[in-house]
């Protein structure tokens, strides 16, 4: 009887095995012969370029010093490490051998070429949105790049999590395939806007909060996330800046990543505006600002800021000069000659601490890495820099220092277990 019903429970295993197996198959695509390089008009190719600077396409699928688009990057996720493809065009180890149809399956459904399922580190969540004609502009900007051989590194994702019908699963939970769908309601701006974010841009796969298996929480779009060591800041009205991110304000930070009112682009949003977006026109940035400074609500804000200007510049002007601990000490040797502004309004090259939401988030993760890593010369304000602090001060002296800009500059409460977070922001900034 004991036996029977073993092989039972043996039998209902295969069958769901069989029948996983068959809802989640999906059918290899033929493979082509590399196209040549004038099989693609300029034109096409220069357009594919700009949207897939827009995608920061090279910042997962190239590795530091290596090939671009060659592949190999390790992102590591809470589930193993997945290393990205290549995606230039070589034959054997990229993706010379992919048709057009291939290329677009993968971006929208995401599934390679041979019929297997790829992890959602991927974001095709969001590429589903790209329409047919930009498709067709990348796949000919990425196979008019150099190839590329790479042996493909072995992802680390642990068994069962490995097996790729699994995603199928995952797919079926959390994603939703379609193009991207006008809101006639919104303006063109707007719509643009829009379609850049949630497609290529793909912001919210930073700028939104996960759950445990890794997809993004529907219910809380654009709230903020940890990544990579630092902490992707809300872009609705959740965001902890003291002045509002208005439209003219979202244009300079994207366009030149760094805003008297809001400080500079540092970290893996450096790489964004200055590798990625530098890339696209003018209207592109317009488009996007106007989609998320509508949606952060600062146009009810505004009526506020000068108000709020003049309290953080007065805040500042109180504590200048105060030796009351070791965090003030430190400040006033190491960055009040930068840092420190008169006459009631900051200088371009002068950012005020006071106004910068590393300073008034819940998570001091983007201050500690700004001090330990500095900003270089190609990430923030042209021509202006910030040296790392990393060698020069020790985890309590970053977290004393910390602590004092946090209480001097805001009326918030402060950070717990600030050593605790230098240590970890180190670990997370060493290459």
Not at 62 to 69: D, L, Q, R
Not at 369 to 389: C, E, I, K, N, T
Request: one cysteine or more.
């Amino acid at each position: 009887m004991l036996t029977r019903k073993l092989f039972g429970l043996l039998g209902l295993i295969i069958l769901a095995a069989v029948a996983l197996y068959g809802w989640s198959w999906r059918p290899a695509l033929a493979p082509i012969t590399p196209p040549v390089f004038t099989a693609f008009a300029p034109q096409l190719v220069e357009k594919g370029a700009m949207l897939a600077g827009v995608g920061n396409c090279a910042a997962c699928h190239t590795v530091k010093g290596g090939a671009p688009f060659a592949g190999g990057l390790g992102m590591a996720t809470p589930f193993g490490t997945i290393y990205s493809s290549n995606i230039t065009p070589d034959p054997d180890t990229g993706i010379g051998r992919w048709s057009q149809a291939a290329f677009k399956r993968a971006m929208r459904e995401g599934v390679r070429r041979d019929g297997a399922h790829l992890f959602p580190a991927f974001p095709y969540n969001h590429f589903t949105l790209v329409s047919d004609a930009d498709l067709t502009a990348l796949y000919a900007y990425f196979m008019t790049r150099p190839g590329i051989i790479v042996t493909p590194k072995e992802n680390t994702v642990p068994f069962p999590l490995s097996l790729r019908p699994l995603q199928a699963g995952w797919k079926l939970l959390f994603f939703d395939k379609g193009e991207y769908q006008t809101n006639a309601a919104k303006s063109v701006d707007w719509n643009r806007g829009r379609y850049l974010a949630e497609g290529l841009a793909h912001c919210a796969a930073c700028h939104t909060p996960r759950n445990q298996l890794g997809a993004e929480i529907k219910g809380s779009p654009y709230l903020g996330a940890k990544i990579e060591g630092w902490f992707a800041p809300a872009l609705t009205a959740a965001n902890t800046a003291p002045l509002p991110w208005t439209e003219p304000e979202l244009f300079a930070f994207l366009r030149s990543g760094a805003t008297t009112l809001h400080g500079v682009a540092s970290g893996p949003m450096a790489a964004v505006v200055h590798e990625g977006l530098a890339l696209a026109p003018d209207a592109d940035i317009h488009a996007l600002a106007n989609y998320f400074a509508d949606m952060n609500g600062s146009t009810q804000a505004a009526p506020q800021a000068d108000a709020t200007l003049t309290a953080v510049m007065a805040r500042s002007a109180s504590v200048a000069g105060q030796y009351n601990d070791h965090g003030a000490t430190l400040y006033l040797a190491a960055c009040a000659s930068c840092h420190s502004n008169s006459g009631g309004k900051p200088a371009p090259l002068r950012p005020e601490l006071g106004l910068n939401s590393a300073l008034t988030a819940a998570d001091p993760a983007n201050l500690l890495q700004v001090v330990l890593r500095g900003v270089g010369r190609r990430d923030g304000a042209p021509g202006a820099m910030m040296p790392a602090f990393a060698a020069a001060m020790s985890d309590a002296d970053i977290a004393q220092l910390a602590a004092y800009l946090r209480r001097s500059r805001t009326a918030l409460p402060p950070w717990s277990d600030l050593e605790a977070s230098v240590a970890a922001a180190r670990r997370a900034s060493r290459p």
